[in-house]
């Protein structure tokens, strides 16, 4: 599913895509990010891996979904999201196509 996983996020609103090159997560997709990592943060969930908000994030939005295919769609938003934290804390790089 990861292509057609990486156009449904989009069609969705969670990810978009600038000058049909760079990938990134919308407005939408950072709030409920942040909204998760709160939540887990409150809960005293010992997290240190982004795929689990992703998870989280995902899991309230495609309730219907099979594991699996959750999965499947964390792996392609992780990369996204990943290569936006560098840039918060003075590095750049690229960010990657899922």
């Known amino acids: 599913m990861p292509e057609g996983g990486r156009e449904r996020l ?11 090159v760079r990938t990134y997560t919308t407005a939408r997709a950072k709030a409920a990010l942040a909204r998760a ?5 409150r809960a005293g ?9 992703l998870a989280a994030v995902l899991a309230e939005r495609y309730p219907e979904l099979p594991d699996a295919e959750l999965a499947d769609l964390v792996e392609v ?4 999201v990943t ?3 560098p840039p918060l804390f003075g590095e750049r790089s690229a960010a990657p196509e899922p």
Do not use: F, K, T
Request: aromatic content about 4%; proline content about 9%.
């Open 37 to 41: 990592a709160l939540l887990l943060q």
């Open 83 to 85: 290569a936006e934290l």
């Open 10 to 20: 989009i069609a969705d609103g969670l990810l978009a895509v600038e000058s049909g």
């Open 77 to 80: 938003m992780l990369p996204v």
């Open 45 to 53: 969930a010992p997290w240190r891996d982004l795929r689990l908000p």
